[in-house]
Antibody
């Protein structure tokens, strides 16, 4: 079964760091277009970061220079290193796989992990 | 980034109603438009991709249409399990931006 399971969320003080991890099963993360989408409470969906199948990356302006996306082929995980966290980073973070066929769409979502940045 | 705007932001409807949700792109996205359904506390779920292709298992009461900048999602006869928030997403260019969502509530 194709599945994504996130971990690593929690309560962190402003300025702190967290590392989110997304464990994939049923497919290999290293060959796929993967990313992190976040959703603040009561708000919409926002792409945080993407890593393309070729290794290129995208970061939302709001996280550029603070977050780093990476893949670990040995563990088959997608990771998100989050530094200098701010209150407005508080959200549920979803790991997502983008199906790359004739039309791109997110075909697999994780269940989400909650990040709360507060003192 | 391509901006996506959904309207209305919320609506109230009754079981059995026909409901139409609208999504507008800031520039033409051709037919690269997807729809997702999200229920409280759950991850979004793909409903429709490429404007009108239903994801496997999605009931035929869901219908997508449009092209260019204007798109609609129609639910022909609203069922209790359809009360949720719906998001459109363009897939013409990365990042695959989302609209702000339309929440469908019970009247």
């Amino acid at each position: 079964e194709v599945q994504l399971v996130e971990s690593g969320g929690g309560l962190i003080q402003p300025g702190g760091s967290l590392r989110l991890s997304c464990a994939a099963s049923g497919f290999t993360v290293s060959g796929d277009y993967m990313g992190w989408v976040r959703q603040a409470l009561g708000k919409g969906l926002e792409w945080v970061s993407v890593i393309y199948s070729g290794g290129g990356t995208y970061y939302a302006d709001s996280v550029k220079g603070r977050f780093t996306i990476s893949r670990d082929a040995s563990k088959n995980t997608l990771d998100l290193q989050m530094n200098s966290l701010r209150a407005d980073d508080t959200a549920v973070y979803y790991c997502a796989r983008v199906s790359v066929t004739r039309v791109y769409y997110i075909d697999v979502w994780g269940g989400g992990t909650t990040v709360t940045v507060s003192s | 980034d391509i901006q996506m705007t959904q309207s209305p932001s919320s609506l109230s409807a009754s079981v059995g109603d026909r409901v139409t949700l609208t999504c507008r792109a800031g520039q033409s996205v051709s037919t690269y438009l997807n729809w997702y359904q999200q229920k409280p506390g759950k991850a979004p779920k793909l409903l429709i991709y490429g404007v009108s292709t239903l994801q496997s298992g999605v009931p035929s009461r869901f219908r997508g249409s449009g092209s260019g900048t204007d798109f609609t999602l129609t639910i022909s006869s609203l069922q209790p399990e359809d009360f949720a928030t719906y998001y459109c997403q363009q897939s013409l260019s990365t990042p695959l931006t989302f609209g702000g969502g339309t929440k469908v509530e019970i009247k």
